[in-house]
């Protein structure tokens, strides 16, 4: 929590820093940053679990990074990717918002790979040391006592560490194979067991298959029905407070007065406007917006100013009712100056007797309950009217800013849209380096949408900003979840069936954790007396976080069992270059490299290294016939080859 905490504070000191304008509404990222990165922890924390118990610590923390490095490094990228898309938006706000958004994810990133594992470590050692959690200080008297969240098993971790700072000497007897069928058959919890197990089975035996393909194809048919019926909407007041004085007021007039009275000005500029043609449009503007069907009145200087010089000057006038083009502006001064005409001083901005700089005149709607569809028409037609080529005339109103927001939002969600999962697909394409698995990727995160869609229409929701920035958002949560499994089923071996079995073995207790703790983030959010945050966000991310894990740990296991793609390529060459090589240099350049290197340097490093046949082997004399542990050539290649001074076996 405290990485996440420390990850907004840097993101939004850095966004700052370089003048990104902050808003109430960046304030929610919080939440989905701690659920991103508790997600992430989780990983971490559980490929630790995972690991073979007589590994020593500094090779237990490199295992960590190369194994859940990768992981979590695919994951924010695609999330980084997501936010990033958010720029195509029209809408300065959200623009903002997507900023501060992957900068968030940036840091988290950066602090889950150092400041937690630097935490994690300490922890280790607390834990060989038989230090309790809570008074770390200090040695427990009885080693195998339990206390606090210290369970007895985590006394007997790490035996072969005698010093905790320098690698130990020990030889590691276990074979790879060894060490993942001993994680794979001893989870540590309950929830371990259940997802290493039971799970696994019932989802991928031929009924779980069928119920769940049935239920996944069943939710995405009605959900895009459902989708196309959602309309942008927003009222103002959901971003007034429940006990706002405001909001009651604004209840008793939709209760008792048939509805709330909009208040519009029509503001112009002075150039023109005395002129016949300019006289003429401003009186054609006025009397049109006066007639309108939906306007109650409008209380201007205009109309009081020509009865005025109609009485006092009407011998002078032109047309009926236009004043001449030279007494324009000296009448009216002489008009603000009578006692009729002086309390429009205020709407006559630099007025003297030869111009005006601009004029200002107030109107009102009348007292009806619309909806946004239904304003959004009402300001359209009234720009319309004010529309001239003579004088500058402009309607205008606070709730404008919005329905011009909300006008636009369809089509600029939708362009996000496909943009964040076009992103997602090449960055997964580029990254697991499988078209198939890229493109399946992309159709769960498409589902995931259509539902979270789907979802809104039925529980009364609509398109506004809020929704639209997390439905982009969900690009990121939802290929999370799916990302996660993808990358664990390409890494395993055997049929498409057991490669799903294991790719949820190992990641899906993490995976389900994570996306709990991110709904546990809204959580209270149904107290809050914003609806905003009561209904809008805690409904969004449950939404996200329910179809995303459904389609991460169900759907997408499922269909990988059935039309997954074959281990990649690379791994297939590089087993077979293993058969070929008869000697290997320097194992301890590998070591040493695994415990500084990601994922992605140590596959590079030891492909090129096997690929130089014809190389000597100069084996350390502390590392006798010494097998490779599964901290570092077991992630380059599941299989369980041992590396001796004779070859491999």
């Not at 770390?136 to 210290?150: I, K, Q, W």
């Not at 696994?200 to 779980?208: A, E, F, Q, T, V």
């Not at 208040?263 to 500029?269: A, H, M, P």
């Not at 945050?533 to 995303?548: D, K």
Request: aromatic share 12%; glycine share 6%; with cysteine.
């Amino acid at each position: 929590v405290f990485c996440v905490l420390f990850a907004s504070a840097s993101a939004f000191g850095v966004g700052s820093l370089f003048g990104v304008p902050y808003s109430p509404i960046v304030g929610f990222l919080v939440f989905l940053l701690l659920g991103l990165g508790l997600d992430d922890a989780f990983i971490i924390v559980r490929t630790g679990q995972l690991l073979d118990t007589d590994l020593t610590l500094e090779e237990h923390m490199s295992a960590i990074l190369l194994r859940a490095g990768s992981s979590i490094t695919l994951t924010s990228l695609t999330d980084i990717i997501a936010f990033l898309s958010g720029l195509t938006n029209s809408l300065p706000v959200i623009q903002h918002l997507c900023i501060y958004g992957s900068l968030g994810v940036l840091f988290d990133w950066l602090l889950q790979i150092t400041l937690f594992m630097v935490m994690y470590y300490f922890s280790k050692q607390r834990q060989i040391k038989n230090k309790p959690d809570c008074c770390c200080c200090f040695v427990l008297a009885n080693p195998e006592a339990p206390c606090c969240s210290c369970r007895e098993a985590e006394t007997t971790m790490f035996p072969n560490e005698k010093n905790i700072l320098p690698v130990t000497q020990q030889p590691n007897t276990s074979s790879p194979q060894e060490i993942l069928e001993r994680s794979r058959t001893q989870p540590s919890s309950p929830l371990q067991t259940f997802m290493s197990t039971t799970y696994p089975r019932l989802l991928l035996s031929p009924i779980g298959k069928v119920v769940t393909l049935t239920v996944a194809i069943g939710l995405f048919s009605v959900g895009l029905w459902s989708a196309s019926q959602v309309e942008a909407g927003y009222k103002k007041e959901w971003f007034v407070p429940d006990s706002s004085a405001i909001l009651q007021t604004w209840d008793l007039e939709e209760r008792f007065f048939d509805g709330q009275t909009q208040y519009f000005g029509i503001y112009s500029s002075g150039e023109n406007l005395n002129t016949l043609e300019g006289q003429m449009a401003y009186q054609d503007t006025i009397t049109k917006i006066s007639a309108h069907n939906k306007v109650a009145q409008c209380s201007g200087w205009y109309n009081e100013y020509v009865k005025f010089y109609m009485k006092e000057h009407k011998g002078e006038v032109i047309q009926a009712t236009l004043a001449p083009e030279d007494k324009f502006f000296p009448w009216l001064s002489e008009f603000v100056s009578k006692e009729e005409g002086n309390r429009f001083s205020k709407s006559l901005r630099g007025l003297t007797n030869s111009s005006v700089d601009g004029t200002f005149t107030q109107c009102w709607s009348r007292p009806v309950s619309w909806s946004s569809q239904q304003d959004i028409v009402f300001m359209d037609e009234l720009r319309d009217i004010v529309r001239n080529d003579v004088v500058q005339i402009r309607a205008y109103t606070y709730l404008w800013n919005f329905l011009d927001g909300l006008k636009v939002m369809e089509e600029n969600m939708l362009i996000s849209l496909t943009l964040a999962a076009v992103m997602v697909f090449v960055t997964a394409l580029f990254l697991l380096g499988s078209a198939k698995l890229a493109i399946i990727v992309f159709c769960m995160v498409a589902m995931v949408d259509v539902n979270i869609l789907a979802a809104y229409y039925y529980s009364g929701m609509s398109y506004e900003f809020l929704t639209s920035v997390i439905l982009v958002l969900s690009v990121g949560f939802s290929v999370d979840y799916s990302m996660h499994i993808a990358h664990n089923f390409q890494q395993a071996e055997g049929n498409r069936t057991e490669r799903a079995k294991h790719a949820l073995s190992n990641i899906g207790s993490s995976i389900l954790c994570g996306g709990v703790t991110t709904w546990l983030a809204v959580a209270l959010l149904p107290f809050s007396g914003s609806y905003l945050f009561r209904v809008v966000l805690f409904l969004s991310i449950s939404y996200t976080v329910l179809f995303g894990l459904f389609h991460g740990i169900c759907v997408l296991p499922v269909v990988l069992s059935l039309v997954g793609p074959g281990p990649s390529c690379a791994d297939d060459q590089l087993r077979q270059q293993i058969h070929k090589t008869r000697s290997v240099s320097s194992l301890e350049d590998v070591i040493s490299m695994s415990r500084r290197e990601s994922l992605m340097s140590i596959t590079s490093s030891v492909m090129t290294l096997f690929n130089m046949e014809d190389r000597e082997v100069t084996m350390m004399e502390s590392y006798p016939a010494t097998p490779i542990s599964a901290s570092t050539f077991d992630l380059v290649s599941a299989d369980p080859y041992m590396i001796t001074g004779d070859g491999v076996q």
